[in-house]
């Protein structure tokens, strides 16, 4: 919520304005000028989300639902049972896909490191 809330701060109301004194409507500026700037936050922000969020058992809990079982859930399940190489092998897959995430993320913000 900090990021998103920081970048639309940072986005000047001048912007739409002058958008819109040359005839855009209020969603073709929103979609044209605020959008792009705040997304690189929006992404940002959910992966600042997302990555803990894939080991976090707690958060997981909270999402559980009858219907719905998450990965955190799922892997203290198989290991509650007793089914410590399928536990492991799940687990494995959770630690890829973090490690697919992050090497994304990574990607996509190396042009603003300079590297």
Request: net charge positive; charged share 15%.
């Amino acid at each position: 919520m900090k990021s998103a809330s920081a970048s639309l701060q940072q986005v000047n109301s001048s912007l739409e304005e002058a958008s819109r004194a040359c005839g855009a409507t209020h969603t073709e500026s929103l979609r044209d000028i605020t959008l792009p700037l705040i997304k690189p936050a929006m992404v940002s922000g959910f992966f600042l989300i997302f990555l803990p969020a894939m080991r976090e058992l707690t958060t997981s809990i909270l999402l559980y639902g009858p219907y719905s079982r998450t990965l955190g859930v799922q892997i203290f399940a198989l290991r509650d049972a007793g089914m410590i190489p399928q536990a492991a092998a799940l687990a494995s897959v959770a630690i890829v896909i973090i490690i697919i995430c992050n090497s994304i993320v990574t990607w996509i913000t190396k042009d603003r490191k300079g590297a």
